[in-house]
C-alpha cells in the first residue's frame, strides 16, 4: 500500500495504524505537524518515517526561505533536525535519512539555492530507496526455478512509497514472473495482524497465499511446504548475526533441520559493521499487553521480546539491494558496506 505522497510542499502520510479496516490520510502542512504524525504511532514502518523525515526537513527549510543567505537558516534546520530525530526515538533510519540530507550529491549544490538543493536531495533519497527495494526483490528472484514454493516471516513491506519492499516485493516480483507457485505467510508478532494484513496486499495482486499460525511453521516445512524461507532483517552484525522479528530464531532453526535454504532480507544499509555481533543489538522486551489484550486470561503476565536475533551459522544467504551474501560474512558483509556498488534500475516499471 502506498503510504507517502509529497505534492507543493504538503506531506502525505497513510495512517498504518487504522489500515486496512480504514485508509485515513494524514496531512502535514509543516515540520510541525510532521514531527505530530511521526510522534503519534500512526507511522509503523520506519524507512517510510525517514522518507517523511527527509520531507519534514524541507518544510522546516521553505517556512525559513528568508533567512537563507543567513546563519539563522542553519540553526532552523539544525533544530529540525532534531525534532525529526526525537520523534523516532533516534532510530537508525531516521539518523540516515537526516545525514543524507545533510551532504546531498555535489551536482545538487551548483548554481542552485539551498532550498532547491534540500528538495531535490529529498526527491533523490525517496527515490533510492524505490531504487533499492525493487533492486531487493530482483535480487530474491534471481534464487528462484518455476514452481517454487516460498514462507515469509515479516511484519514490514506492506507500506512503501512506490513499490513493496522486502520479502514481500520479491514475493511479488516473483509470482509476476512466473517463478512461485504459492506464498505462505507465517509472521513473529503475538497476533497474526500483520500475517492478514501482508495476505491481503498480496491478494490485490492475485497471488496465491496461505497464512499458517506460528506453532505450525516447523510442522509445515516437515511436509516440504515450502523450497525458501525469506525473513525480512532488521539489522545484520559484521559476523552475520541478525536481527529479526520475534519468531524468526525458531524457524531457522526449523529451517536448519530440515535443510531449506533460509535467508535474510535487508538493505545494505542495514548491515552494521559497527556490531561485533548480535550481542550489539541487545535484549529488549516487547510490550507485554500485546500478548494478553483481548484473552480471558486473569492475572496472568505476558511476556514477548522486541526482536530475535538469529545466529549467523543458521542463515543461508542474505539478500540485499546490492548483492547476495554468504558465509563467511566476516569478508562478504564488509565487502558489500565498502566496494558493492549501488545498482541503478533505468525502467522504474520493471
Excluded at 40 to 56: C, D, N, Q, R, V
Excluded at 77 to 91: D, W
Excluded at 112 to 126: G, K, Q
Excluded at 145 to 170: C, K, M, N, Q
Amino acid at each position: 500500500m502506498i503510504s507517502l505522497l509529497w505534492q507543493d510542499s504538503v506531506l502525505s502520510l497513510l495512517d498504518q495504524s487504522v489500515y486496512p479496516q480504514e485508509e485515513r490520510w494524514l496531512t502535514c502542512t509543516s515540520l510541525e505537524e510532521t514531527v505530530q504524525v511521526l510522534s503519534s504511532g500512526a507511522i509503523l514502518e520506519e524507512k517510510i518515517a525517514a522518507i517523511a523525515g527527509a520531507y519534514g526537513l524541507c518544510q522546516a527549510a521553505l517556512a525559513a526561505q528568508d533567512l537563507q543567505q543567513t546563519p539563522q537558516f542553519d540553526e532552523v534546520l539544525a533544530g529540525a533536525r532534531a525534532m525529526l530525530l526525537e520523534s523516532r526515538n533516534h532510530s537508525r533510519d531516521m539518523q540516515l535519512a537526516l545525514d543524507f540530507m545533510a551532504d546531498p550529491p555535489e551536482a545538487y549544490t551548483r548554481n542552485v539555492d539551498r532550498i532547491t538543493t534540500l528538495l531535490a536531495t529529498a526527491v533523490t533519497f525517496e527515490r533510492q530507496q524505490v531504487v533499492a527495494d525493487r533492486n531487493t526483490a530482483r535480487n530474491g528472484t534471481d534464487l528462484m526455478s518455476e514452481g517454487t514454493r516460498v514462507l515469509l516471516r515479516t511484519d514490514r513491506g506492506a507500506f512503501h512509497s512506490a513499490a513493496p519492499t522486502g520479502a514481500l516485493g520479491i514475493a511479488r516480483r516473483g509470482w509476476k514472473r512466473k517463478l512461485i507457485e504459492q506464498v505462505t505467510l507465517c509472521e513473529g508478532r503475538p497476533s497474526l495482524t500483520a500475517g492478514t494484513l501482508l495476505a491481503q496486499e498480496l491478494s490485490k495482486d492475485n497471488v496465491p497465499c496461505t497464512l499458517i499460525p506460528d506453532q505450525a511453521a516447523a510442522t509445515f516445512l516437515a511436509r516440504q511446504g515450502a523450497h525458501m524461507v525469506l525473513v525480512d532483517g532488521m539489522l545484520a552484525a559484521k559476523n552475520g548475526d541478525l536481527k529479526a522479528p520475534v519468531g524468526a530464531y525458531e524457524l531457522a532453526i526449523a529451517c536448519y533441520f530440515h535443510s531449506i535454504p533460509f535467508y535474510a532480507v535487508l538493505n545494505a544499509d542495514d548491515i552494521d559493521l559497527s556490531a561485533a555481533d548480535g550481542s550489539a543489538f541487545g535484549q529488549a522486551e516487547g510490550d507485554p499487553h500485546s500478548v494478553t489484550a483481548g484473552l480471558p486470561c486473569g492475572d496472568a503476565e505476558g511476556w514477548t521480546p522486541a526482536y530475535d536475533v538469529v545466529p549467523a551459522f543458521l542463515i543461508t544467504g542474505m539478500i540485499t539491494d546490492r548483492n547476495i551474501s554468504c558465509a563467511p560474512y566476516e569478508e562478504t558483509l564488509e565487502d558489500t558496506v565498502k566496494n558493492a556498488p549501488r545498482k541503478m534500475i533505468v525502467d522504474f516499471g520493471s
